[in-house]
């Protein structure tokens, strides 16, 4: 009985929106009355994923979606003391998914281990920092720094160019390598900026070395500074919408294929004509540029960078996203990340903080090699190897386009048709 009433709720599209309907409405009137609990905030968000499975249009869905992490999220949790905590995890989330996007395409579409990414976010900080503060009147023989913060939205794209350029400079001298030997390359790629980075402080000071760049000038709009993580969660939210629009629209391009072509059989690839070089390039300069964007709003938003920022752990991590979520799956990465950094910086940080403080009021006792902040990297790692264990193919997998077979035929037997009619029109096309 519970199994049929489960079948015909599943072809229901209107039991189906009365139901998501009265979640959203429900869970949001909840995280409003408790502004303060974790629990009622990733409940709330949790909508989003069930959004992805009901049966509706996905314009429907995006709008959706849209409505409720832009408007219903941040007002639901804008009465609490925890609101600026809540969007500031939000806005974590956003960076890091538009990062997973991007190594997604290099990783996921074209096929291409990168175990460096993290030194094109890497560009895209430093971009902004250098020039967002006093750092640049150390090397530069002229203009006035720091840029005022009204600037700060033209170093977003140009943070997107730099970090491509760099993509492409890692590209070309890794094309004739594939497998764990891109990944070796790759991974000196990533140690070899941090490492310049850090030491960029002589015999010409541009990177202020490991003392790292402070005094970033907050970004501002029209005169209005942008100083709170609730502010810098729509400027995250605005370019995670371009990073989806572009991978989604680059998915089933002709360069989409040519990537996919390229990771399941680069030899079969090169032999149907599709140029090795301009494909492979294109991958890393497109997933650099997502990297860099979100670079200078990192930069921005922490108002201090350091080498020891984007060290080969990020990478990892990012990577550690792509995978989990499922590989070439852009709503599997998506996923992915935003469960990597909701349960290391939200879900573990709030049990830490509880544990330890039961144990200090003596309700449990937790010896000190077992305390929750130590053991947080261990209990996160234990949960990365359940996922991978009974997922193997990512949360969301990769699913390839549907394509009606009996209409490709009918197609094709109309053109036959006409070709058997006009044999001499077919030379004219």
Known sequence: MIKNAFHKFADSTKAQIIFFAAYVLITAFGLFLLSDSVIAFLVLLLSILILYYLKLNVRIKWALGLLIIAVLVPFAASQGSSYQSFMDVGTLVLIYVAMALGLNIVVGFAGLLDLGFIAFFAVGAYTYGIFGSTQA?????????????????????????????????????????????????????????????????????????????????????????????????????????????????????????????????????????????????????????????????????????????????????????????????????????????????????????????????????????????????FIFGILLVVFALYRTKGLIPYKNKKVDAAHLKAEAAVKTSQYEEHPEAEGTH
């Open 137 to 377: 009147n150390k090397f530069m023989p002229f203009g006035h720094f720091p840029v005022p913060g009204d600037a700060f939205w033209l170093f977003i794209p140009i943070g997107a160019i730099i970090a491509a350029v760099f993509g492409i400079l890692l590209g070309i001298p890794v094309l004739r390598v594939r497998g764990d030997y891109l990944a070796i390359v790759t991974l000196g790629f990533g140690e070899i900026i941090r490492i310049v980075f850090n030491n960029m402080d002589h015999p010409i000071n541009i990177t202020n070395g490991s003392m790292g760049i402070p005094s970033i000038e907050p970004p501002s709009f029209f005169g209005i500074p942008i100083g709170q993580p609730s502010q810098f969660y729509y400027i995250a939210l605005v370019i995670f919408m371009l990073a989806i629009y572009v991978a989604t629209r680059l998915e089933h391009s002709k360069l989409g294929r040519a990537w996919k072509a390229v990771r399941d059989n680069e030899i079969a690839a090169q032999a149907s004509g599709i140029p090795l070089v301009k494909t492979k390039l294109a991958a890393f300069a497109i997933g650099a540029s997502f990297s860099g964007m979100m670079g200078s709003v990192f930069a921005a938003k922490q108002m201090y960078i350091d080498a020891s920022s984007f060290t080969y752990l990020e990478s990892t991590i990012v990577l550690v996203m792509v995978i989990l979520g499922g590989m070439g799956s852009i709503p599997g990465v998506i996923l992915g990340a935003a469960v990597v950094i909701i349960l290391n910086n939200q879900v573990l940080t709030s049990l830490s903080t509880w544990l330890t403080q039961l144990s200090a009021s003596g309700v449990v006792s937790v010896p000190d090699a077992l305390s929750p902040a130590k053991m947080q990297r």
